[in-house]
């Protein structure tokens, strides 16, 4: 059945840097886009990024371009999100989500990820 | 992106149909068939309800339908279950943005 595994959150200061991993399993992982999405505490739910099923086009949200970037390693069956320059809102719980078009047909438990001082 | 418009809550008797709606722009949902509905129970992760407006994935209770009419979308809950109170999403493909715009959420009540 198809899993998907986020890890890596924790509490980072602001300004550092941290990176997210997605490890996927139960289907082929390099036919499908993958999307991060976020959800900060008590909060709705945001499109992050986005990442082609090979890796050639990359969409993200304004709040996060010019500092995060998303890739993946279609070898290692693993989804990447490295957020750099963070800021006090990015603290949320990041989840990673499988592809169907430009929906999320399945989604991992999430990484909480704080950022705070 | 200014996120989609949904109630905040809405609440219902188990057996009683619901509607929650969508509201958005003509840069979103009014000129695209491209919505789509996720249900989050508290602590967990998301789950497909509804995608293309109408259309649901396997697995999923055909006592969950979607619809559009103009701005609008919506989707109705028929026969509300206990399991059914959760926090709802609607999402739509925006022309003002590389990436899906989310509603702000609706949390459902079953009474």
């Known amino acids: 059945q198809v899993q998907l595994v986020e890890s890596g959150g924790g509490v980072v200061q602001p300004g550092r840097s941290l990176r997210l991993s997605c490890a996927a399993s139960?289907?082929?992982?390099?036919?499908?886009?993958m999307h991060w999405v976020r959800q900060a505490p008590g909060k709705g739910l945001q499109w992050v990024a986005f990442?082609?099923?090979?890796?050639?086009?990359?969409y993200y949200a304004d709040s996060v371009k010019g500092r995060f970037t998303v890739s993946r390693d279609n070898s290692k069956n693993t989804l990447y999100l490295q957020m750099n320059n963070q800021r006090a809102e990015d603290t949320a719980v990041y989840y990673c989500?499988?592809?169907?078009?430009?929906?999320?047909?399945?989604w991992g438990q999430g990484t909480l990820v704080t950022v705070s001082s | 992106q200014s996120a989609l418009t949904q109630p905040a809550s809405v609440s219902g008797s188990p057996g009683q149909s619901i509607t929650i709606t969508c509201t958005g722009t003509?840069?979103?949902?009014?000129?695209?068939?491209?919505v789509s509905w996720y249900q989050q129970h508290p602590g967990r992760a998301p789950k497909l309800m509804i995608y293309?407006?109408?259309n649901r994935p396997s697995g999923v209770s055909s006592r969950f339908s979607g619809s559009k009419s103009g701005n609008t979308a919506s989707l109705i809950i028929s026969g509300l279950q206990a399991e059914d109170e959760a926090d709802y999403y609607c999402?739509?493909?925006?022309?003002?943005?590389?990436?899906?715009?989310f509603g702000t959420g609706t949390k459902v009540t079953v009474l």
């Open positions: 139960g289907f082929t992982f390099s036919s499908y886009g």
């Open positions: 989500a499988r592809g169907l078009g430009s929906y999320a047909d399945y």
């Open positions: 293309d407006v109408s």
């Open positions: 990442i082609w099923s090979d890796g050639s086009n990359k």
């Open positions: 003509t840069s979103d949902i009014g000129d695209y068939n491209y």
């Open positions: 999402s739509s493909y925006t022309s003002a943005s590389p990436l899906d715009v």
